[in-house]
């Protein structure tokens, strides 16, 4: 060991390395960790499309500053501390949640848990996509309202949690029971994941866009809003009229037909988004103990 020892610290010396102590080992682990924790921070929350526009920016900078374009450089070193500002004031509910997320005991065990594999594509099949489109009109038929968010690229954990649980995979009988009418989970949103529905009972943020019909309810105006704050696809049912409409990128689609929304779905489901083989096998194992326990009933 002695040996190996005096080995290292005269190739140090030859290659002019710089000598690395316990103390940098420590700042480098904080420094990824921390690195890692904002960047899946990001990924899963509105703040990365954010950050892309941001990136956007930096480019635009980085051109001026090449062409000498002094006009462009004063205006981005003057307005740099407002706009720091500005994002904390606006992603404040986002920040908080990340802090309260980093004090929890499990965020050692979420951080050494690393999956560099490359995984497979979650995403919802194609009967899926008939299941819901047979649900929603379905449901339209009988004046039952519901409200379905289909969760694309940015995860919705955080509206997830102000639900039920239900992890079961999605069916038109499974959403016709939830949301018949008074029965236990038929207010709020649905949210789905893949072709699983994960939650039930759900609060979404509601839009405040004049340009929404006054005529218009709580459902419109809450698919509205989520789609706002995220890239998801959301379904709504009225219950006064039964027409089906969706809300995309804060854009609303009022009483659109059956092959329009198969359109959108396969759209969303056209879109790759990975998860983590250590996922998926999880997944999996979920579909077959409930199918044991379906046989052993």
Same mark, same amino acid.
């Given at each position: 060991m002695a040996t190996m $020892?005096?080995?290292?610290? +005269? @190739?140090?010396? &030859?290659?002019?390395?710089?000598? =690395? !102590?316990?103390?940098? =080992? /420590?700042?480098?682990?904080?420094?990824?960790?921390?690195? &890692? &924790?904002?960047?899946?921070?990001?990924?899963?929350?509105r703040a990365w499309v954010l950050l892309k526009g941001i990136m956007v920016i930096l480019l635009? /900078?980085?051109?001026?500053? /090449?062409?000498?374009?002094?006009?462009?450089?004063?205006?981005? +070193?003057?307005?740099?501390?407002? @706009?720091? !500002? @500005? =994002?904390?004031?606006i992603f404040q509910p986002e920040i908080r949640k990340a802090l309260e997320n980093l004090g929890q005991k499990n965020f050692l065990t979420s951080f050494f848990a690393f999956d560099f594999s490359k995984g497979e594509i979650a995403k919802f099949t194609d009967k899926t996509i008939n299941e819901l489109v047979k649900a929603c009109y379905e449901m339209g038929k009988v004046k039952t $309202?519901?409200?379905?968010?289909?969760?694309?690229e940015i995860v919705l954990s955080e509206y997830e949690r102000t639900g039920i649980s239900v992890d079961g995979i999605l069916t038109s009988q499974l959403l016709i029971n939830i949301f018949e009418k008074n029965t236990p989970l038929h207010d709020g949103a649905v949210i789905v994941r893949g072709d699983r529905v994960v939650s039930a009972t759900c609060y979404l943020p509601l839009t405040d866009s004049l340009s929404i019909s006054k005529d218009l309810g709580t459902r419109?105006?809450? @698919?509205? $809003?989520?789609?706002? /704050?995220?890239?998801?696809? !959301?379904?709504?049912?009225?219950?006064?009229? $039964? +027409?089906?409409?969706i809300a995309m990128g804060g854009e609303l689609y009022r009483n659109v037909d059956a092959e329009f929304l198969k359109n959108k779905l396969a759209y969303i489901q056209r879109r790759e988004k990975k998860v983590s083989k250590i996922e998926s096998w999880r997944r999996r194992l979920k579909d077959v103990k409930e199918s044991r326990k379906k046989t052993d009933e």
């Open positions: $020892g005096a080995f290292w610290e +005269k @190739a140090s010396i &030859y290659l002019n390395l710089p000598k =690395i !102590t316990m103390t940098d =080992i /420590v700042e480098i682990l904080i420094i990824t960790f921390l690195f &890692y &924790y904002m960047l899946v921070w990001i990924k899963n929350t635009f /900078v980085l051109v001026a500053a /090449v062409f000498q374009m002094n006009t462009i450089i004063w205006i981005a +070193k003057n307005t740099l501390s407002v @706009a720091i !500002t @500005a =994002i904390v004031i $309202g519901a409200l379905i968010v289909i969760e694309d419109h105006r809450a @698919a509205v $809003g989520i789609s706002e /704050v995220s890239d998801s696809l !959301t379904i709504v049912v009225s219950e006064e009229t $039964g +027409k089906v409409s």
